[in-house]
């Protein structure tokens, strides 16, 4: 094992600066990545992406770390933090975010629960009739701006 990162979490993998990875890259553990990595990368805990490093992959982490780039999509269980110098090229799914001033962001962007709220009953029969359309009362009311001389 590693010492830790500045968060204080025990390091399990390090891919340095000079060090470059071409596959499928899996950890269980934290993984720091400074160099390079082309393919897809897991991990279950932590991952924390330096100022230099560049992954050219699909990410997959419980949190993350974000300060170098990364052409791929992100997915990642918990919290994200992208530093003023990431650049990420691919869509990102988190529950929580931090994004700081100058980060590049560049695809579509989830943050919290993917769960969509169900309308009520109310909301569901009030000016709509059973197919989802307008009564056409309501297309009146929507057609016929109101005169701003009356």
Do not use: H, W, Y
């Amino acid at each position: 094992m590693f010492k830790g990162d500045e968060a204080g979490r025990e390091v399990d993998t390090v891919i340095g600066p000079s060090v470059k990875v071409e596959g499928d890259f899996e950890a269980a553990g934290n993984v720091v990545v400074e160099g390079q990595v082309t393919g897809n990368l897991k991990t279950d805990r932590n991952l924390q992406v330096g100022s230099n490093a560049k992954i050219f992959a699909n990410v997959s982490a419980g949190s993350a770390n974000i300060a170098g780039e990364i052409q791929g999509n992100v997915k990642i269980q918990d919290s994200l933090d992208l530093s003023n110098s990431a650049r990420v090229f691919g869509d990102i799914k988190c529950k929580t975010a931090s994004i700081a001033s100058g980060a590049v962001v560049n695809g579509k962007v989830q943050i919290g629960e993917q769960k969509k709220s169900k309308p009520e009953a109310s909301e569901i029969t009030s000016g709509k009739t059973k197919k989802g359309k307008a009564s056409k009362t309501n297309k009146a009311a929507e057609a016929t701006p109101p005169d701003p001389l009356a």
